[in-house]
C-alpha cells in the first residue's frame, strides 16, 4: 500500500524539462572536486531525485543518465570519469565531475551583459518542435556557463516562425530517404497540383524554406517553395531512394541565387516612404534624385505580394511581368472593396 502511494506520488509529481535536468547536472558535477557516484547524482540532482527510489529498481534512470552524459560531452563539456583506486574496474565505484578550470570560457574571450543577453535570447527564439532540441542544448549550456536566457535586457522574448507545418514531415522523409506526396499550388494556377518528390535537402534563402528534389513525374530535378505546399505531406513507404550527391545541399542553394541574381526589377519609390526605407536597404543601385532603386529577386510572385503590399508608394518601371502581377494584385484589392463586393 506503502509503495503505491509513494509510486503513486512520483507520477503526479510535474515532468522536469530535460534542459532543467542536464543544467541541474552540470551545476552538480562543476562543484565537486572529488567526483559524485552515479547513486549521489540520481538521489541528488534535481530531475532524477524526484523519481529515484532508495531501495533499488533504478534502472530506468540509471539508462537516463548515461543518455545525459553523452548529451553534455556532445555540448563540449568535459565530463570526466574517474576510478577508484580501492576499486578498481567496479563501475558503481566510478565518480563524475566536470573540471572547472577546463569548462571555463579562455581567458581572452569576454563579453558584455548585452552580449549575453542576446546570446540567451537567442537561444530562446528556436521554439518550433524541429529544432526544440537544438534550443534546448543551447540554453543547457548557456546557463552553464552562468548566461541567465531571460535577462531583461531587450524587454520581451523574441519569437520566430521558423517553418511551415509541411517542414517536419519533410525532413522526417529526408534523414528515412523516403518519397513524400504533397500537393502544390503554383502562381497562376486555380488548383494545387499532386507531386511526388525524391526530398534530397531543405534550404533557408531569403527568410523561406525551399525543398529541392527529384520530381519523380518530370523525371527531373525542382525546388519547391513550402509555403506553397497545400494540406498534409504524405510519406511514402518502399525502398529508400540512392542518396543525392553530398554537395546537394550547396547546388540548389547556388541555383536559388543564381536565379536571384537573374531577376532584376527597377523601382520608383516615394522619398521618405516607408517603402524606400525598406527597398533601400536591398537596393543594388540607386539613383537617389529620381527616386529609383534597382533590386534583384528571386520568386516573382512573392515580390508582386511584397510590392503591391506598399500601395501608392512604390512603381514598378521594369520588368513588365512584374509591373502586370502587382497590378493584378491592386485591382483585386480594389475590387473587394467596392460597394457591395461580397467579403
Same mark, same amino acid.
Given at each position: 500500500?506503502?509503495?503505491?502511494?509513494?509510486?503513486?506520488?512520483?507520477?503526479?509529481?510535474?515532468?522536469?524539462?530535460?534542459?532543467?535536468?542536464?543544467?541541474?547536472?552540470?551545476?552538480?558535477?562543476?562543484?565537486?572536486?572529488?567526483?559524485?557516484?552515479?547513486?549521489?547524482?540520481?538521489?541528488?540532482?534535481?530531475?532524477?531525485?524526484?523519481?529515484?527510489?532508495?531501495?533499488?529498481?533504478?534502472?530506468?534512470?540509471?539508462?537516463?543518465?548515461?543518455?545525459?552524459?553523452?548529451?553534455?560531452?556532445?555540448?563540449?563539456?568535459?565530463?570526466?570519469?574517474?576510478?577508484?583506486?580501492?576499486?578498481?574496474?567496479?563501475?558503481?565505484?566510478?565518480?563524475?565531475?566536470?573540471?572547472?578550470?577546463?569548462?571555463?570560457?579562455?581567458?581572452?574571450?569576454?563579453?558584455?551583459?548585452?552580449?549575453?543577453?542576446?546570446?540567451?535570447?537567442?537561444?530562446?527564439?528556436?521554439?518550433?518542435?524541429?529544432?526544440?532540441?537544438?534550443?534546448?542544448?543551447? !540554453?543547457?549550456? /548557456? @546557463?552553464?556557463?552562468? =548566461?541567465?536566457?531571460?535577462?531583461?535586457?531587450? $524587454?520581451?522574448?523574441?519569437?520566430? #516562425?521558423?517553418?511551415?507545418?509541411?517542414?517536419?514531415?519533410?525532413?522526417?522523409?529526408?534523414?528515412?530517404?523516403?518519397?513524400?506526396?504533397?500537393?502544390?499550388?503554383?502562381?497562376?494556377?486555380?488548383?494545387?497540383?499532386?507531386?511526388?518528390?525524391?526530398?534530397?535537402?531543405?534550404?533557408?534563402?531569403?527568410?523561406?524554406?525551399?525543398?529541392?528534389?527529384?520530381?519523380?513525374?518530370?523525371?527531373?530535378?525542382?525546388?519547391?517553395?513550402?509555403?506553397?505546399?497545400?494540406?498534409?505531406?504524405?510519406?511514402?513507404?518502399?525502398?529508400?531512394?540512392?542518396?543525392?550527391?553530398?554537395?546537394?545541399?550547396?547546388?540548389?542553394?547556388?541555383? !536559388?541565387?543564381? /536565379? @536571384?541574381?537573374?531577376? =532584376?526589377?527597377?523601382?520608383?519609390?516615394?522619398? $521618405?516612404?516607408?517603402?524606400?526605407? #525598406?527597398?533601400?536597404?536591398?537596393?543594388?543601385?540607386?539613383?537617389?534624385?529620381?527616386?529609383?532603386?534597382?533590386?534583384?529577386?528571386?520568386?516573382?510572385?512573392?515580390?508582386?505580394?511584397?510590392?503591391?503590399?506598399?500601395?501608392?508608394?512604390?512603381?514598378?518601371?521594369?520588368?513588365?511581368?512584374?509591373?502586370?502581377?502587382?497590378?493584378?494584385?491592386?485591382?483585386?484589392?480594389?475590387?473587394?472593396?467596392?460597394?457591395?463586393?461580397?467579403?
Amino acid at each position: 500500500m506503502i509503495a503505491d502511494v509513494a509510486s503513486s506520488k512520483r507520477s503526479g509529481e510535474p515532468r522536469i524539462p530535460v534542459e532543467d535536468r542536464l543544467f541541474s547536472l552540470v551545476l552538480a558535477l562543476l562543484a565537486t572536486e572529488t567526483g559524485l557516484l552515479k547513486s549521489e547524482i540520481l538521489s541528488t540532482v534535481r530531475g532524477y531525485a524526484e523519481r529515484y527510489d532508495d531501495r533499488g529498481g533504478n534502472a530506468n534512470l540509471e539508462r537516463q543518465f548515461e543518455r545525459d552524459k553523452d548529451e553534455i560531452r556532445d555540448l563540449g563539456i568535459p565530463l570526466e570519469t574517474i576510478e577508484s583506486p580501492d576499486r578498481p574496474g567496479d563501475n558503481q565505484a566510478l565518480r563524475y565531475r566536470i573540471p572547472k578550470g577546463d569548462y571555463d570560457l579562455p581567458v581572452d574571450v569576454r563579453f558584455t551583459p548585452d552580449e549575453l543577453a542576446l546570446l540567451g535570447l537567442a537561444a530562446e527564439v528556436w521554439r518550433e518542435a524541429s529544432l526544440s532540441s537544438d534550443s534546448q542544448r543551447a !540554453l543547457t549550456k /548557456l @546557463r552553464s556557463l552562468g =548566461i541567465e536566457p531571460r535577462e531583461p535586457v531587450i $524587454g520581451y522574448a523574441p519569437r520566430l #516562425r521558423v517553418r511551415e507545418a509541411a517542414f517536419e514531415p519533410i525532413r522526417q522523409a529526408l534523414d528515412k530517404r523516403q518519397r513524400v506526396r504533397f500537393r502544390y499550388l503554383k502562381p497562376g494556377e486555380r488548383e494545387p497540383r499532386l507531386r511526388t518528390v525524391e526530398p534530397h535537402a531543405v534550404v533557408l534563402h531569403e527568410g523561406r524554406w525551399h525543398l529541392h528534389g527529384r520530381d519523380v513525374d518530370a523525371g527531373a530535378p525542382r525546388t519547391f517553395l513550402l509555403s506553397r505546399i497545400v494540406g498534409d505531406v504524405q510519406s511514402l513507404a518502399g525502398r529508400p531512394f540512392d542518396p543525392p550527391p553530398a554537395d546537394v545541399q550547396d547546388r540548389a542553394l547556388a541555383d !536559388l541565387r543564381a /536565379l @536571384r541574381q537573374a531577376n =532584376i526589377a527597377d523601382l520608383a519609390v516615394t522619398a $521618405g516612404s516607408d517603402a524606400e526605407v #525598406r527597398l533601400g536597404k536591398r537596393a543594388v543601385e540607386a539613383d537617389d534624385d529620381a527616386g529609383v532603386i534597382r533590386l534583384h529577386y528571386t520568386d516573382a510572385a512573392v515580390f508582386a505580394d511584397e510590392l503591391a503590399s506598399y500601395g501608392p508608394e512604390v512603381r514598378v518601371l521594369s520588368p513588365s511581368t512584374l509591373r502586370d502581377a502587382v497590378r493584378e494584385r491592386l485591382a483585386a484589392v480594389a475590387a473587394t472593396h467596392r460597394p457591395g463586393a461580397d467579403r
